[in-house]
């Protein structure tokens, strides 16, 4: 929304002249924010978590999974980033192949990458053919013995190269992994919040019949403010309580972050930021054309709101 946008500095200055404690104490903005939250997403989509940083909120998320399914495996894209911590090391491969290499409950399928990916736009059915690798790779895992505990991806996959999967790519492998009884996450910690433009969510561009089982929130949700969420349906959050273990978060959702949270929630409604994402980011994408004709290097301009990616080659017919 804006560096120090005056309106998020404001919701921090006053709520911290009031109180700021927490999250054992029970305060009214935690509750107002997971509502307001709620209201983005499809209802399926109803329990909230709230944490310090993306990092935070995608180990956590793992742990959701793992607790609902019973399972540890994990699937994720190649070239993907989760986060910082130990376990979200384990399952980006672009950390990991640098670091202790692949753990034998990580499983690595090909990025949907429709320009320079195995199936491209010429394939007949690209969607059909990335998903079947998802497939293959839950029945060689089965083969030796392990389970599915969740697909793990970024809705638009950043660090991978800005990729935008086809549309149908996600129901798919959805449908792939539910079968082996895992569930679905999507990291939407770089890409959410109107970033796209044209959806309050990157996973909303799969289509309306798509709803991930977690989402995982980070970056612009508090516009710099350390703050996270998860989101996650009744029946995985019930998975996790029954445990008896609850979850704490020491100020996860104290009154501070929240009252960040709703501040950046109200600029974007209020400036209309999705719409302005759209408009910039078609404005700049339709620049970016015009350098590709003019410049071989260039190969490939795609992009969605303002999230956008620049291929540049040295031949063009690999």
């Not at 013995?145 to 809705?155: D, H, L, N």
């Not at 710099?224 to 969420?229: D, F, N």
């Amino acid at each position: 929304v804006g560096h120090c946008h005056p309106d998020v500095v404001k919701a921090a200055h006053e709520q911290n002249q009031l109180l700021n404690t927490n999250s054992r104490y029970l305060h009214d903005n935690l509750v107002d924010y997971a509502e307001r939250l709620s209201k983005t997403l499809p209802e399926k989509l109803c329990t909230f978590y709230f944490l310090n940083s993306g990092s935070e909120a995608n180990d956590l998320a793992l742990r959701l999974a793992r607790q609902y399914t019973n399972h540890e495996d994990v699937i994720v894209l190649d070239h993907a980033y989760h986060g910082h911590l130990t376990s979200l090391i384990d399952i980006s491969p672009y950390k990991f192949r640098n670091l202790e290499g692949q753990k034998e409950w990580v499983h690595v399928a090909p990025l949907p990458d429709t320009y320079r990916g195995i199936y491209r736009e010429d394939h007949e059915d690209s969607v059909t053919a990335y998903a079947t690798e998802v497939r293959h790779i839950i029945e060689q895992a089965h083969e030796r013995g392990r389970k599915i505990a969740a697909f793990f991806v970024e809705s638009l996959p950043s660090v991978g190269g800005q990729i935008i999967p086809p549309a149908g790519y996600f129901q798919k492998v959805a449908e792939h992994v539910h079968k082996a009884g895992g569930v679905f996450i999507a990291d939407e910690i770089q890409v959410g919040f109107g970033r796209v433009g044209k959806h309050f969510w990157a996973f909303q561009l799969q289509g309306e019949d798509f709803i991930p089982d977690i989402v995982t929130m980070g970056k612009p949700i508090g516009n710099g403010h350390p703050v996270a969420c998860v989101a996650t349906t009744k029946e995985v959050a019930e998975a996790f309580s029954a445990t008896g273990v609850e979850y704490f978060n020491t100020f996860g959702g104290n009154p501070v972050s929240c009252a960040v949270g709703l501040a950046v929630l109200d600029v974007i409604e209020k400036e209309d930021l999705q719409a302005h994402a759209t408009e910039v980011g078609n404005f700049l994408i339709n620049l970016l054309k015009q350098q590709q004709i003019k410049h071989p290097i260039i190969g490939d301009v795609r992009g969605c709101g303002l999230f956008i990616g620049v291929d540049l080659i040295k031949d063009q017919a690999q």
